[in-house]
């Protein structure tokens, strides 16, 4: 079998078609996450503070000198971060959790196999010549 034929047949399944418009959904799911973060809730939280802005929140490590830039932690846009993992987890949790109350909800019909019914209609046969 070619390469080719067995990326085909791997890529057109519906397990990798479902799994990369789930990674797609989830990228800009994440995008309006960050977004929300960043210019909704981080905003009033400064405000609250005294007037911080968490994206200019830094530890400077070393100065800038002349064209070198300085060398600083990014506290503030750390905090975004977590706030965005943070609220992301959370949403995943819940559709997780509604997925697994919908599949415990669904009933589990019995399958017997088809030996096995044969197998059942022989003995009722054998129990009604008698």
């Known amino acids: 079998m070619s390469i080719l034929k067995e990326f085909k047949d791997f890529a057109v399944k519906g397990n990798v078609v479902d799994l990369a418009v789930g990674i797609i959904i989830g990228a800009a799911f994440g995008k309006i996450v960050t977004s929300i973060v960043a210019d909704v809730i981080m905003p009033p939280i400064g405000l609250l503070i005294g007037g911080v ?64 019914l044969l197998l059942m209609e022989i003995r009722d046969l054998l129990r009604d010549k008698k």
Do not use: H, R, Y
């Open 53 to 116: 802005d968490f994206s200019d929140l830094v530890i400077t490590l070393k100065a800038a000198e002349g064209a070198t830039p300085a060398v600083v932690i990014s506290i503030g846009k750390f905090l975004q971060t977590v706030i965005d993992f943070t609220i992301i987890a959370f949403a995943v949790f819940l559709l997780i959790k509604v997925i697994n109350k919908v599949k415990a909800k669904e009933p589990v019909a019995a399958v017997t196999p088809p030996q096995e």
